[in-house]
């Protein structure tokens, strides 16, 4: 089992920054990938960004440039650095980790919201 807890949403203005964090707890040895998704009102939950073990990154389209994903695998933790915040950002972001031989990810956090508007 792996737990995950986020943290660092808030409100904020556009053209802003926030810094998320999320905690990973249990059998992180298991955990292969890393990832932010994030889910909109009377939206999909759509994934943001993906860090790999080594350290390999993926963003989506709408946050590249804008978005960095980190790890720090000491630390058990993974942060998504958002700058030039938008109002089409606004909504909850979820952490979650997917553990090695198991397809998709399949461990989740309880989420944080984030709100952009002035």
């Known amino acids: 089992q792996v737990q995950l807890a986020e943290s660092g949403g808030g409100l904020v203005q556009p053209g802003a920054s926030l810094r998320l964090s999320c905690a990973a707890s249990?059998?992180?040895?298991?955990?292969?990938?890393m990832g932010w998704y994030r889910q909109a009102p009377g939206k999909q939950r759509e994934l943001v960004a993906t860090?790999?073990?080594?350290?390999?990154?993926r963003y989506a389209d709408s946050v590249k440039g804008r978005f960095t994903i980190s790890r720090d695998n000491a630390e058990n933790t993974v942060y998504l650095q958002m700058n030039s915040l938008k109002p089409e950002d606004t909504a909850v972001y979820y952490c979650?980790?997917?553990?090695?031989?198991?397809?998709?990810?399949?461990?989740w956090g309880q989420g944080t919201q984030v709100t952009v508007s002035s």
């Open positions: 860090v790999t073990n080594e350290g390999f990154t």
């Open positions: 979650a980790a997917r553990r090695v031989g198991v397809p998709g990810f399949g461990s």
């Open positions: 249990g059998e992180i040895f298991s955990i292969s990938v």
